[in-house]
Structure formats: structure tokens, C-alpha cells
């Protein structure tokens, strides 16, 4: 993918030119596209996400919220640590270096971060993924195949592989798309490194308790059974 930088006063933007065109910080304002009519407003997650419809694009646009104690203080801010080093940027270089790896990511379209002294606020711009469902809204439904499971399973395999560390992998942000294909979301904090077995165990472990906690608050298709079969799918892929 190629780079782009603009920047100004109010802050600056990382983009993709032939996917977003002239950039402008109102591409990444929820309430300019809420206003057009081509904005739709999800809450999940930390926050909320902006998906933006009209005939040129398909994007969701996430704003980078805090989680954990430190958010009943702080919603939004960081530290300044200098532009590379913003969520933002961070997160659109790695999807871009995922994307020249094929592996199955929202293609990155930009990034911005807004400076405010010592601190920045930050926002995301994501082709979306075209009928993408959660794994967790899926096993809410109906069960899971065996070949599905086994299709997740080998696809995460394909991103430890290249020993890519993903900060926070849960029932969320592993989507099917419209194909049935796996996608994998939320890089936020995500780094590429060398294959450890010790983070990938950890990496999964997280997984696992994502989808138990579920399965303890509400009725889920999900078993013992069914994660062996994603462990073993994961770990035949060398």
C-alpha cells in the first residue's frame, strides 16, 4: 500500500490515496456523514463505530476509546509520544503490513490523530468487511460447522505464523463475511514479532475465556467439544 501524510495545525492524517482521495478532517467527523444520511451508529466494544454507505464507499470509522478503570477519568485521551507512536498510526501501518502478507484484515483506508499538548485524541477509517458477522453473534444463533471451527482455527494459525500478537482476540472481533470467510479485527495495540508458543497459548487462552464468559451469561452453541476441534485445526498448520 503507499503512504501519505497531510498534515495541519489540528492535527495529522496517514492515508491511503486511492482509496480515500483528497483527505479532510471531516472524513473522520461522525456527525458530517450522520448529516449526508450515509452514517449508521453501532455501540460495541469500547465505544462506538460509524459505518459510512453510499454509492463510493463502505467504511467504518472507529474512535479510539479508553478501557478499564482509567476511562471513568479519560474517555479518549493518550500521551503524546510522537506520530508513529499514536493508536492510530500504529494500527494502519501493521493492517497495511498484514494486507502485503494476505492475511484476511480490514484493508486500512486512514488514520488521524488530533494533538492537544502533551496528549492527542485519535481515529480510524476501515474498508468494512461485507456482511460480516461476529463469532459471537453467530453462536448465539445456531451452532457452528466443523469445517467452521476448523476455518478459524487455521486462519489464526496463519497469523501466528507470522508472528503476529493480537492484544485483545475475543468473540468479537473474529467476523465471518459474506463468503463465510474468517476475518480477524481490532489490531489496536497489536504487533508483529517472533513465533512464540507462549503468546500464541496466551493469545487463545484469551479467546477461550471470551467465549466462556458468553456462554455463562447467556444461551451460545459453544463446547469443549467444538474448541478442540479449533486447537487441532490451529495447531496442524505449520
Known amino acids: 500500500m503507499h503512504t501519505h501524510i497531510t498534515s495541519k495545525v489540528e492535527g495529522s492524517i496517514l492515508y491511503e490515496p486511492s482509496l480515500l482521495g483528497k483527505p479532510e478532517q471531516q472524513a473522520f467527523d461522525p456527525e458530517y456523514w450522520l448529516a449526508r444520511g450515509v452514517g449508521t451508529a453501532m455501540t460495541g466494544g469500547r465505544g462506538q463505530v460509524l459505518f459510512i454507505r453510499d454509492d463510493q464507499r463502505k467504511w467504518v470509522l472507529r474512535h479510539y476509546r479508553r478501557g478499564g478503570l482509567i476511562a471513568n477519568f479519560n474517555t479518549d485521551s ?142 451460545i452453541h459453544f463446547n469443549a467439544d467444538v474448541w478442540t476441534q479449533l486447537v487441532v485445526a490451529h495447531d496442524s498448520v505449520r
Do not use: M
Open 78 to 219: 493518550y500521551l503524546w509520544l510522537g506520530a508513529d507512536a499514536t493508536r492510530s498510526f500504529r494500527e494502519w501501518h501493521l493492517l497495511a503490513k498484514l494486507i502485503e502478507l494476505e492475511l484476511p484484515v480490514p484493508v486500512p483506508i486512514a488514520a488521524r490523530y488530533v494533538r492537544h499538548g502533551l496528549t492527542y485524541r485519535a481515529d480510524l477509517i476501515t474498508q468494512e468487511i461485507i456482511g460480516a458477522r461476529s463469532l459471537a453473534s453467530c453462536l448465539a444463533d445456531a451452532p457452528l460447522t466443523s469445517v467452521q471451527w476448523q476455518l478459524i482455527g487455521k486462519t489464526l494459525a496463519r497469523f501466528h505464523r507470522y508472528g503476529v500478537q493480537h492484544a485483545d482476540l475475543n468473540a468479537h472481533n473474529i467476523v465471518f463475511d459474506q463468503n463465510g470467510s474468517v476475518f480477524v479485527l481490532d489490531f489496536d495495540r497489536g504487533v508483529i514479532g517472533s513465533h512464540n508458543q507462549q503468546w500464541v497459548d496466551k493469545v487463545l487462552a484469551r479467546l477461550l475465556r471470551s467465549l466462556e464468559k458468553l456462554r455463562a451469561g447467556q444461551s
